[in-house]
């Protein structure tokens, strides 16, 4: 079974600092799928940012850039400028397909963002 | 458009229960998930369906876990005999397309809560 691991279980930032969450995972698998999501207080779980694993460019997205190192098997998510409504859970997710319509679909335990005025 | 919706949004059961939850993905979403979320936990994926179909599932933490998904939309996930370990935010979301890479829109979540 794939692992993802969120190391920080907190982390606080002031307002429009720079601040980077990380990731680590296990496959021995070379074709995967990688996402960040957020989840803000009492609020839907939306879509941060997303990255084949084939393509080695980083995604951006705005404020949010992920820092994929595939050796290393790191997918760490940098939020700059950060802003009050990013206070909120962030989840890394690892997608593999295993084959006959079969995937793993594997979650981080989560690291819950605070940005203080 | 309308998002992904959930029903009940709370549901509270005694032990050895049976409960449904309820999910109405976007209307042309294709893929519907179902997560469990508990405290201080990541989330659990527990089943997907492309269509009506459920090619895996593995992912169901036991065999009173079922789930259903009809006319490519609607979805039930169905715990016979609750336990208090089932107590968890249960999380439905749909993609326009298959697994992989396709955005997943999250519904709201039911909380359950086995006393």
């Known amino acids: 079974a794939q692992t993802v691991t969120q190391s920080q279980p907190e982390m606080s930032v002031q307002e429009a600092e720079t601040v980077t969450l990380s990731c680590t995972y296990d496959t021995s698998e070379s074709n995967y799928y990688l996402f960040w999501y957020k989840q803000p207080p009492s609020r839907q779980m939306i879509l941060v940012i997303r990255?084949?694993?084939?393509?080695?460019q980083n995604a951006t997205e705005n404020r949010f850039s992920v820092n994929f190192q595939k050796a290393a098997k790191s997918f760490s998510l940098k939020i700059s400028d950060s802003q009050l409504g990013d206070t909120a859970m962030y989840f890394c997710?690892?997608?593999?397909?295993?084959?006959?319509?079969?995937?793993?679909?594997?979650f981080g335990k989560g690291t819950k963002l605070s940005v203080i005025p | 458009g309308a998002g992904v919706s959930q029903s009940p949004s709370n549901k509270v059961t005694e032990k050895g229960k049976d409960v449904e939850l309820r999910c109405d993905p976007i209307s042309g979403h294709t893929a519907l998930y179902w997560y469990r979320q508990s405290l201080g936990q990541g989330l659990e994926f527990l089943i997907y369906?492309?269509?009506?179909?459920?090619?895996?599932k593995s992912g169901l933490p036991s065999d009173r876990f079922s789930a259903e998904r009809t006319g490519g939309s609607v979805s039930t996930l169905t715990i016979q005999r609750t336990q208090q370990e089932d107590s968890a935010v249960y999380l439905c979301?749909?993609?326009?397309?298959?697994?992989?890479?396709?955005?997943?829109?999250f519904g709201p979540g039911t909380r359950l809560t086995v006393l």
């Open positions: 990255q084949e694993a084939y393509k080695q």
């Open positions: 979301a749909s993609s326009l397309g298959g697994i992989s890479y396709n955005e997943q829109f």
């Open positions: 369906f492309q269509g009506n179909s459920a090619p895996d």
């Open positions: 997710a690892f997608i593999l397909s295993s084959g006959a319509g079969s995937y793993q679909l594997t």
